[in-house]
């Protein structure tokens, strides 16, 4: 128990003076010595006067007597010899994690003697010879590196030397800011914390888990059951998830999951390996990149819109940084969608979506008149501002009849007037005044006070966003007639 409270000191101790190095001790002056500040009152021989009497009265060592006290080396520093004491001052102790002091004290000849004794070097060596120095062997046996940095002295490159050249009968002592720590022991500390690290991931949660846990995914964890990947995001490896939550699945088109899932080798495999980038990717990576390349072997495009991450210029990321232990997971607001055939096979096009709803029968009628089902049912992505069959019953009496005999001609004006070119959101659409058509004519936008789209100043977009693998639609309660 005891070793194992002593690596947990050694790591706090690592973390708190990261910035020691661990110099190679060398015997080569540098090429300048540097003058470093003496305190005048600690020039004055003191001839009487052990190291130790100086430290007790001076009164800015009074945690230093007490652990060398405490250590058995107050009669060592107070008796023959002569020694070069670095004295870290009270401040210097107190900087150190709460309760360090108190739990080396606990055990004096151990981690506590060998920290004081990496404080002590053989022999009298005043300031004007430390700066000449890139290193000095401790009585502890391990070198301090010393640098001169701006003009002051700095031992493993963090604690400096305030005073110097304090004389005493047995040595000298130099004052420093902060408590040094042996090189051993900041290498004992790195390598506890990393089993630490490591029985900590060892007891994190994987990806499987925590979207177990969390609710929010409870259609993602079928889908990986039923594709046979579950078992790959609960073991080994490194992953990043861009997890769609359940919602994002509820709002694809009526029946794509349940398609999906009846393919889980095909489709439904891809998409989901299409949300997944090897390797642990932060979000302050995410943001640096322009695209991430899919266990799909696909890219994801990622752009930073608003303060805001977009994938696929639609779906946004709403949660970052879930760690686990093989990976990491982003949740997103909508479900990815691969840019490969496997898309439009697992989701249905515009008019496939027009033919199942069963409120757009005339509509997919004068598409088959005009030719235009297979462009709508192709690559691409449209817009398209989708009248019901309660919309063109409204039309006067025989209008819809005169389009059909001419389906080359006015038909496919009056359709294509309810086509833009692209993919537009409702988000979108709101902030637009006009979206051209592919008729060639624009459709005037506008936005009531009650929020509610008009086009044309009175067809009203009465559903938004039904999305399809090669566009969206909007439904409509009116039928958009271009002008003449």
């Not at 009265?57 to 006290?69: H, I, K, N, P, S």
């Not at 690559?379 to 919309?391: H, I, K, R, W, Y």
């Not at 496919?412 to 537009?424: A, E, F, R």
């Not at 009175?458 to 999305?467: A, G, K, L, M, Y």
Request: charged share 20%; net charge negative; with cysteine.
């Amino acid at each position: 128990m005891k070793r194992l409270t002593w690596l947990g000191i050694f790591v706090v101790l690592s973390l708190v003076l990261a910035a020691c190095g661990t110099a190679e001790p060398t015997a080569e002056p540098v090429s300048e010595p540097v003058e470093i500040p003496v305190e005048e009152e600690a020039q004055e021989m003191t001839e009487s006067k052990s190291i130790v009497d100086i430290a007790v009265e001076d009164g800015r060592f009074t945690t230093l007597v007490a652990a060398v006290q405490a250590a058995g080396l107050a009669e060592t520093l107070s008796g023959e010899g002569q020694f070069t004491v670095f004295a870290p001052t009270d401040d210097a102790f107190a900087a150190l994690p709460e309760g360090t002091v108190e739990s080396l004290l606990e055990e004096p000849e151990g981690a506590l003697k060998d920290i004081l004794l990496y404080h002590v070097a053989e022999g009298a060596v005043p300031a004007e010879t430390v700066v000449t120095l890139e290193s000095a062997t401790t009585i502890q046996g391990e070198p301090v590196a010393i640098a001169v940095t701006d003009g002051e002295v700095v031992l493993n490159d963090s604690a400096k030397v305030i005073i110097t050249d304090i004389e005493a009968s047995n040595g000298i002592i130099h004052v420093i800011d902060a408590v040094i720590l042996p090189p051993s022991m900041s290498e004992a500390a790195a390598e506890a914390e990393g089993e630490m690290a490591e029985e900590e991931m060892m007891e994190a949660k994987s990806i499987a888990e925590i979207a177990a846990a969390d609710g929010r995914f409870t259609t993602l964890l079928a889908a990986l059951d039923a594709a046979g990947l579950a078992e790959t995001f609960a073991g080994e490896g490194a992953f990043t998830v861009f997890a769609p939550t359940d919602d994002a699945f509820a709002a694809l088109p009526e029946g794509t999951v349940e398609s999906l899932l009846a393919d889980p080798q095909g489709a439904l495999t891809d998409v989901l390996t299409y949300h997944v980038v090897d390797g642990v990717v932060p979000a302050e990576t995410v943001v640096g990149l322009d695209s991430a390349t899919t266990l799909l072997g696909e890219d994801i495009s990622i752009m930073v819109v608003e303060d805001e991450v977009v994938l696929n210029e639609i779906n946004k990321v709403i949660a970052t940084d879930i760690e686990a232990s093989n990976g990491m997971i982003h949740v997103i607001d909508g479900v990815l969608l691969p840019p490969s055939s496997a898309e439009s096979a697992a989701v249905p096009t515009i008019v496939d979506i027009a033919v199942e709803d069963g409120r757009f029968t005339t509509l997919v009628t004068a598409l088959e008149a005009a030719g235009l089902v297979e462009t709508l049912s192709g690559e691409g992505q449209f817009t398209v501002f989708a009248p019901v069959d309660d919309a063109f019953a409204a039309l006067p009496e025989g209008t819809v009849e005169s389009l059909l005999q001419d389906p080359q001609g006015a038909l496919t004006d009056v359709l294509l007037y309810h086509v833009v070119d692209g993919k537009v959101m409702a988000e979108d659409v709101v902030g637009l005044t006009a979206a051209p058509t592919l008729q060639g004519q624009d459709i005037a936008v506008a936005v009531d006070g009650d929020g509610q789209v008009f086009l044309n100043g009175t067809v009203q977009v009465i559903i938004t966003d039904v999305e399809a693998s090669n566009g969206v639609i909007h439904v409509i309660d009116g039928v958009l007639i271009p002008a003449e």
